[in-house]
T-cell receptor, first 114, second 114 residues
Framework: DQQVKQNSPSLSVQEGRISILNCDYTNSMFDYFLWYKKYPAEGPTFLISISSIKDKNEDGRFTVFLNKSAKHLSLHIVPSQPGDSAVYFCAASGSGGSNYKLTFGKGTLLTVNP | NAGVTQTPKFQVLKTGQSMTLQCAQDMNHEYMSWYRQDPGMGLRLIHYSVGAGITDQGEVPNGYNVSRSTTEDFPLRLLSAAPSQTSVYFC?????????????FGNGTRLTVT
């Protein structure tokens, strides 16, 4: 039973446009969400996070939106750059807020075309 | 400051062989963990440690052993490799086990079991 779903395996956008990566979850106990970015042959790196007490968090070109009623979060990248091309993983924490309770989605491959 | 270092980068084993995947971090992080990433799947937690001398099982622990004798090192042992253990393995650490403390990942070990 997949509790964190990234339904788009891949996404392609033009440089300078907005990239929107989506993530849905089924467990209503999830209350903390993170996005990690992964380049080929490297480990994932932390990008941005959001707590369920907020509905938006932004860091530079990256903004995460959380819609608790829809159990949906999205990552917006504006403007997209070729260096943003990577796999993006959505992750959610279960009750207790511990790293060992993190559940990861399968990832979305973002390609930003020059 | 090297962060999280994993060795080796690549390894090929025959069924039944044993080996140890090494992981070391130089950030004085309390929490360390091992994940595996398989095609079409998210990262799955194998084992984790909340401090030296303390380890526990994650989602997919069968076939793997861990120990944490020092803060810095968290090796993963495969006692009798099986083809089902063919995967990319990531070690990750964080300052604390709290989910607000993001994970720092190594660059992975790609293991093939024939």
């Amino acid at each position: 039973d997949q509790q964190v779903k990234q339904n788009s395996p891949s996404l392609s956008v033009q440089e300078g446009r907005i990239s929107i990566l989506n993530c849905d979850y089924t467990n209503s106990m999830f209350d903390y969400f993170l996005w990690y970015k992964k380049y080929p042959a490297e480990g994932p790196t932390f990008l941005i996070s959001i707590s369920s007490i907020k509905d938006k968090n932004e860091d530079g070109r990256f903004t995460v939106f959380l819609n608790k009623s829809a159990k949906h979060l999205s990552l917006h990248i504006v403007p997209s750059q070729p260096g943003d091309s990577a796999v993006y993983f959505c992750a959610a924490s279960g009750s207790g807020g511990s790293n060992y309770k993190l559940t990861f989605g399968k990832g979305t491959l973002l390609t930003v075309n020059p | 400051n090297a962060g999280v270092t994993q060795t080796p980068k690549f390894q090929v084993l025959k069924t039944g062989q044993s080996m140890t995947l090494q992981c070391a971090q130089d950030m004085n992080h309390e929490y360390m963990s091992w994940y595996r990433q398989d095609p079409g799947m998210g990262l799955r937690l194998i084992h984790y440690s909340v401090g030296a001398g303390i380890t526990d099982q994650g989602e997919v622990p069968n076939g793997y052993n861990v120990s944490r004798s020092t803060t810095e090192d968290f090796p993963l042992r495969l006692l009798s490799a099986a083809p089902s253990q063919t995967s990319v393995y990531f070690c990750a650490s964080s300052y604390s086990m709290r989910v607000e403390s993001p994970l720092h990942f190594g660059n992975g070990t790609r293991l093939t079991v024939t």
